[in-house]
DNA sequence: ACCTTGTTGTTATGATAACAACAACATTTA
DNA sequence: TAAATGTTGTTGTTATCATAACAACAAGGT
C-alpha cells in the first residue's frame, strides 16, 4: 500500500508524445513498481480515480505495455521499459514510415509555379533545417561560395558542409579568429579580425557567443544565419536580387573593412 | 487554386500519432502541393477554415515544418517530408529517451513482493514481448528445456532463442515435421510427427497454419504460445505448479503418442 | 438461513481542455 | 469603394478527466 508518489511532469508529458494519456502513464509507472497488483492497488499507487483504472488498463494491455494475469481478482504487470518504449516506437516508427511515403508522393508531383518566387524571403527555423538548405545551396554553386560568420558557428555546423562544394568552384570566408590549419581543398582567403573584435565598439555591439553568418552563393542566393535572444537558430534565404545585392555589398565592405584593420 | 483534395485517413491517423492534429496534417499536406502558398491560398487546397489557417501555421513554424517568407502578405513553403519527418521524429526519439531513463530508475527500485507470485499465470499480448519472455526462460534454464511446437512459429520465432540456453541444459523439442539438419549444439530429439499429421482426426481439429507452442523449462516454468483467430499471438505464462504439472503431462503425453505413432 | 461488511468490476454522468468550425470585425491594398 | 488580409471571439464537438452510484460476489457473524 505505497502512496501515489508524485510522478515528474516532464515524463508525463514524453510519455504524452509517445501516445500516452496521463492516466495511461500514471498506471503504467505504477505498475512499474509493484509487480503483480490488483486493480484496486493499481489504483492507490498510481492516484487514477479506482473507477478510471479499468478502461485504463485495458488500453493498456492492447498497447502491449501490461500483462495480466488469470487469477481472481485479475493481477496486472508492467512490461520492462526497455521492452515496452520499444513497443510503443515500434508502432509510431512505423506511422513515420507509411506517412513519409505518401507524404514523399504527394510531394513529387507538386506544382513550382514560381510565381514570383524568387523575390521570396524566407525565413527558416531549426539549426537541421538551415544545415539542409545551406548543403543544397553549396551543393548547386556554379561560380562563387562567399561566407562570413563567427568561428564558432562555423566550426561546429558549416564547416562539414563545405565538402559539398564542387571543385570548381572559388570559395572566400571570413572569420573573427581561426584556431588550427587552413582547410587546403578550397582555393580560399582567411582574413582573421581578432584586432577587429578587441575595439570596444565591436565587442559592446556584438555579443561574445553569438553564432551568426552571412552566405552568399554565385552572387545570387544568400542565406543569413542568426540567432535569437533564446539561443534557438533561424535564418533568412532568398533568391531575390534585393537581398543578394545587400549581401554582396555587406561581405564586400566587411572584406575591405577587415583587410584595413589588418594593416 | 486547387481543389481540397481529400486526404486518406490513414494518413492523417499516422500524422496525428507524430504529433500532429488533424488542421496541421491537413495544412502541411497542402503546402507541400503548392510552394509559396499565402495564407488564403493554403485555405482553398487544405481545406482548414480560413480563420484557423493562421494559429495552425504559427504552431507548424514552431515545429519546423513549414518555413515563411517575409512578404506581405506572407508567404508559406512546406520543408521537405524526409526533413520534416525527422525533425518530428526527433523530438519523439528525445522524449522516449528521456522516459526511458526515468522508467528504469523507477523500475530497478520496485518492490518485488512475490505475495504468491508463483501461482499467478500471466497472459502476455505481442510477439515480441513473448519472445522476450520465453529468451529470459531459456536463458535462465539450469536442468531442462521441453519444446512442443508447430514447426512453423519454431522455425520463425524460436529457433533463434534456442543460443541462449546454457550449454549443460538437456533441449527435447517435438514438432510435426523438419525439413533440413537438425541443430547439432543441443542434446535433441526429434520425433517427426508427419505420419500423425495425415490423420483426419488431426487435421480437422487443428489448422494448417496455425502457430502455437507449448514451453517448459526446468520442469517448473511454463509458457503456451497460442494465435487468436486475428493472428494476433499472445501467450499464457507462469511459474505455477499447476501450470507446470499440467504442461509436464501435456507434453510427456505427446511424446508417448509421436513415438507410438512414428512405429 | 439471514444479514452485514468489504472488495471487485461496471455503468452513468458531469467537468474540463483541446480542437474544430463559424461569424464578425479591423486593417491593409488596389 | 471593393477586395483581400489578418485578427478576435463565440460556439460546437470530442476525448480525457473525475466522481458517484450500482450490481455481483465472497467471507464472516449473528
Known amino acids: 500500500m505505497k502512496a501515489p508518489r508524485d510522478v515528474p511532469t516532464p515524463l508525463l508529458e514524453s510519455l504524452k508524445s509517445l501516445g500516452l494519456t496521463k492516466y495511461e502513464a500514471l498506471v503504467y509507472i505504477g505498475l512499474l513498481r509493484m509487480v503483480g497488483a490488483t486493480a484496486t492497488e493499481v489504483h492507490e499507487i498510481s492516484g487514477v480515480p479506482r473507477a478510471s483504472v479499468y478502461p485504463?488498463?485495458?488500453?493498456?494491455?492492447?498497447?502491449?505495455?501490461?500483462?495480466?494475469?488469470?487469477?481472481?481478482?485479475?493481477?496486472?504487470?508492467?512490461?520492462?521499459?526497455?521492452?515496452?518504449?520499444?513497443?510503443?516506437?515500434?508502432?509510431?516508427?512505423?506511422?513515420?514510415?507509411?506517412?513519409?511515403?505518401?507524404?514523399?508522393?504527394?510531394?513529387?508531383?507538386?506544382?513550382?509555379?514560381?510565381?514570383?518566387?524568387?523575390?521570396?524571403?524566407?525565413?527558416?527555423?531549426?539549426?537541421?533545417?538551415?544545415?539542409?538548405?545551406?548543403?543544397?545551396?553549396?551543393?548547386?554553386?556554379?561560380?562563387?561560395?562567399?561566407?562570413?560568420?563567427?568561428?564558432?558557428?562555423?566550426?561546429?555546423?558549416?564547416?562539414?558542409?563545405?565538402?559539398?562544394?564542387?571543385?570548381?568552384?572559388?570559395?572566400?570566408?571570413?572569420t573573427e579568429r581561426w584556431t588550427g590549419e587552413q582547410p587546403s581543398r578550397f582555393h580560399l582567403q582567411v582574413l582573421p579580425l581578432a584586432a577587429l573584435c578587441e575595439t570596444p565598439s565591436f565587442t559592446e555591439r556584438m555579443l561574445p557567443y553569438e553564432r551568426s553568418g552571412v552566405f552568399l552563393v554565385d552572387d545570387t542566393r544568400a542565406l543569413l544565419w542568426m540567432e535569437g535572444v533564446d539561443g534557438q537558430p533561424s535564418a533568412l534565404y532568398s533568391d531575390s536580387v534585393g537581398l543578394a545585392l545587400f549581401v554582396r555589398r555587406h561581405i564586400a565592405t566587411i572584406m575591405e573593412w577587415a583587410k584595413a584593420a589588418v594593416q
Chains 1, 2 share one sequence.
Not at 526497455?82 to 513497443?87: P, T
Not at 513529387?108 to 525565413?123: A, F, K, P
Not at 562555423?154 to 558542409?161: D, K
Not at 565538402?163 to 572566400?172: A, F, G, M
Open 56 to 174: 485504463v488498463l485495458d488500453r493498456l494491455v492492447q498497447k502491449e505495455l501490461v500483462s495480466v494475469s488469470h487469477t481472481t481478482p485479475k493481477r496486472f504487470g508492467a512490461i520492462p521499459p526497455d521492452q515496452g518504449i520499444e513497443n510503443l516506437m515500434r508502432r509510431i516508427e512505423g506511422d513515420a514510415e507509411s506517412a513519409q511515403a505518401a507524404l514523399d508522393a504527394i510531394y513529387r508531383e507538386r506544382r513550382l509555379d514560381n510565381r514570383g518566387d524568387q523575390e521570396l524571403i524566407w525565413t527558416i527555423y531549426g539549426e537541421e533545417n538551415i544545415r539542409t538548405c545551406l548543403a543544397d545551396m553549396f551543393r548547386s554553386a556554379e561560380r562563387s561560395v562567399e561566407l562570413f560568420a563567427t568561428g564558432d558557428l562555423l566550426r561546429r555546423s558549416v564547416l562539414s558542409l563545405l565538402d559539398s562544394i564542387p571543385e570548381s568552384v572559388q570559395v572566400e570566408f571570413v
